[in-house]
């Protein structure tokens, strides 16, 4: 893949969220043989062990619960770990969720209709 990207004459690539593990000795190759440069990573990448499909919101760091805040960490310090190693210079993360979108959709239509001052709405 990093070599086609390459061939298309891209001296640059982002890894996305959906970089499993067993693509990464891959990738580490490629970068290692000075086919393409890594710009950046996109978090999480490589995609965490035991999530089975790419997820950049498969932990938050705005979860409830704090085993899964603190999953969110350990799999963005990797990330960035993998970054480092391969000279990426950014990772762009999804930093979680604000509030939930009932909410949001219910707020949006009292503002449709005028009522952002009402007591309903603050």
Sequence with gaps: MLREIAEMGFAYAELSHAISYGLWPGVVQAVEEGVIKIS???NFCP????????????YEFTDERPRLRETAVKATL???????????RAVVLHLGSAG???????LARLYRRGRALDRAYC
Excluded: D, F, Y
């Design 40 to 42: 950046s990573l996109h």
């Design 47 to 58: 995609i965490p062990m035991g999530v089975m499909h790419p997820s950049p919101n498969c």
């Design 78 to 88: 990797e990330t960035i770990r993998q970054a480092n190693k391969l000279g990426a």
């Design 100 to 106: 939930s979108r009932t909410t949001t959709r219910h």
